[in-house]
């Protein structure tokens, strides 16, 4: 989830500094501070950052120290409690606002869509591991069902347990994402590392497909491809939306994130990296020891915020913490992660 009240209030001034129009600092912050809700909105909750993964795009790889924990159910509970869905009336407004400002129907299928009809709504399950390494997911998410709360996660399709999956499906996840690099083996094994394949994958998939169809489960199965700009990059797509032709599938194409990562210069066409950054004033992330950090993106909790573990969410949202993190990024602070490791254009450079 983010924000999308935020969103909405802060889109003249973000739309006059993306077109470089001359905006006062001073009033650039002072509208940051009055359209943030004093009551955070969840991003994110990494349950785990335990992966058997080798991806060779991802800093989890090589760089991150941390050592790999699984939140426990009782802190996990705390959280949720805090938090709610938005509104029938919010959404509508949301999805009528998106429609006419950026052009995208609810009825769409791509990447912007997926990340301003579906991103905005759900509680994101999934950082820095696989979710499908959790053994308490499903009851992670019939706890968000029993709030009204929707859930989503992205894994590797080679951690498919079927019994554990459709006992997701029973306890109501909304949307369960499977990250497919290749229709090859050979080629998902030099992306991915030896643990993940396609073939096994794939067979795996149309199992849960039929079982869904036959049981009426309204999870949505969503298949993506990063777009890494490898050698036959379109023809791998080409071959991926092929093998899912007419099947029960959201399928699209995504930009590559931590492009800093690979030291490349990707183009995207995705809003999420084309806009500024939002994440300090639109929504939180907890990860798998409790911390709050300052996103989703911070593979080794290098700012932490808050301990949801001993504080409320409002308490840290509102807290010293936070506030420096916000006039850090807005002032282009060096050597904070913001300003060292992030693709995503920072407020503060937009300004005069």
Same mark, same amino acid.
């Given at each position: ?64 120290? +941390? ?6 159910? *009782?802190? @996990?509970?705390? /959280? ?7 509104? #029938? ?102 992306? +991915? ?6 073939? *096994?994958? @794939?067979?795996? /998939? ?7 169809? #036959? ?138």
């Amino acid at each position: 989830m983010f924000d999308i009240d935020f969103y909405m209030r802060i889109y003249d001034l973000k739309q006059g500094l993306m077109h470089k129009e001359i905006i006062d600092r001073d009033y650039a912050w002072q509208k940051l501070e009055e359209f943030r809700s004093q009551k955070p909105v969840l991003y994110n909750i990494e349950t785990t950052n335990a992966c058997n993964m080798r991806c060779e795009m991802c800093p989890r790889t090589t760089m991150m120290t +941390r050592p790999v924990e699984t939140l426990d159910m *009782e802190t @996990y509970k705390r /959280i949720v409690e805090q938090i709610g869905p938005f509104s #029938d009336r919010d959404w509508e407004e949301w999805q009528g606002f998106v429609e006419k400002n950026y052009g995208i129907s609810r009825n769409d299928m791509s990447e912007n869509h997926f990340f301003l009809h579906i991103i905005p709504r759900v509680l994101v399950l999934h950082g820095y591991g696989d979710p499908l390494l959790d053994k308490d997911m499903p009851q992670r998410i019939e706890m968000l069902t029993e709030g009204d709360i929707p859930s989503y996660f992205s894994c590797n399709p080679a951690n498919i347990d079927i019994d554990k999956t459709v006992k997701m499906f029973e306890m109501g996840l909304d949307y369960i994402k499977y990250s497919i690099e290749s229709t090859s083996d050979e080629v998902h094994k030099k992306v +991915r590392g030896q643990a993940s394949n396609f073939t *096994e994958s @794939y067979n795996k /998939i149309l199992k849960l497909l039929e079982l869904k169809k #036959d049981n009426d489960y309204k999870t949505t199965i969503i298949i993506t491809m990063l777009n890494l700009n490898r050698p036959h990059q379109e023809e791998e797509y080409q071959k991926l939306t092929e093998a899912f032709d007419g099947l029960d599938v959201y399928i699209y194409l995504k930009s590559q994130d931590q492009i800093w990562y690979d030291d490349t210069k990707h183009q995207t066409k995705s809003i999420h990296w084309i806009e500024f950054c939002q994440f300090p004033w639109s929504s939180m992330s907890i990860k798998s020891n409790g911390e709050a950090a300052m996103c989703v993106e911070d593979y080794n909790n290098e700012i932490i915020l808050g301990d949801a573990k001993r504080e409320s969410l409002v308490d840290i949202w509102n807290g010293k913490k936070y506030k420096k993190l916000r006039e850090d990024q807005f002032n282009l602070t060096p050597g904070i992660k913001c300003t060292e490791q992030c693709d995503m254009t920072l407020l503060g450079e937009l300004l005069k």
